[in-house]
């Protein structure tokens, strides 16, 4: 069973809480507009969570019209116990008519085959996914105790640069306490230049570019059970 360990590790740390950078139990409104996303665009940030470092890759690698709404394919890339292990999600997100919407989730463990993940199981997973997670911890809040506040422009320093940034932070509503803030800038792919949440955990912009390529190439075959024990198998 070792060998689907980091697949169901991926998928819990970067798509049961919803998009780009949720935060724990928090689902607040999506902070990322993926029709501003540009087709090729990277980023690579560095996660820092109780003194252990993780560095993931983001990549807007493709897009596809649903419903007459621009979905597009972000990639996630990143190693833990020494494989790499890849999420692709073809994704929506509008802070403009507060929406977002996951239609695809395929994920590739070291030379495992690539599996795409059911609607059905994500339901089995959790329910309401609204963003693209992250494994950054918060406080035990939920939506409806969650906002978003801007608190202005500000000139941050990360390791890709200075930028000036526009931050916000997500309170508590019911204790008016921060649970994260967030600098963002539109000069940057995927907006994010740093995040740090009320725990101390932090992430940081170390990098970003254009040239991105989707590394899944191969036809993803169903995650199931049957699967999953045929892979344990081998």
Do not use: C
């Amino acid at each position: 069973m070792k060998k689907v360990l980091w697949i169901f590790t991926l998928v819990f740390v970067f798509v049961i809480l919803g998009g780009i950078f949720a935060y724990a139990n928090i689902t607040p409104p999506p902070i990322i507009n993926t029709d501003a996303l540009k087709v090729g665009t990277w980023a690579k940030i560095k996660e820092t969570t109780n003194g252990r470092e993780m560095v993931m890759w983001f990549g807007v690698v493709g897009e596809k019209k649903i419903g007459g709404k621009r979905y597009v394919w972000i990639e996630i890339r990143t190693t833990q116990g020494g494989q790499k292990i890849i999420l692709k999600a073809l994704m929506r997100m509008s802070t403009k008519n507060i929406e977002s919407d996951i239609k695809k989730i395929i994920v590739k463990a070291g030379n495992q085959p690539a599996m795409e993940i059911s609607s059905d199981m994500m339901q089995m997973m959790g329910q309401g996914m609204n963003v693209f997670g992250s494994s950054m911890p918060s406080g035990d809040t939920n939506k409806a105790n969650a906002e978003i506040k801007v608190v202005g422009t500000e000139r941050v320093t990360v390791p890709a640069g200075t930028f000036a940034a526009k931050h916000i932070k997500i309170i508590d509503k019911s204790t008016s306490s921060p649970i994260v803030d967030i600098w963002q800038t539109n000069k940057v792919p995927i907006s994010i230049v740093k995040v740090k949440s009320s725990e101390g955990s932090e992430m940081v912009l170390l990098a970003y570019g254009k040239g991105a390529k989707t590394e899944i190439t191969e036809k993803p075959i169903p995650l199931n059970m049957q699967n999953i024990m045929n892979m344990n198998k081998k």
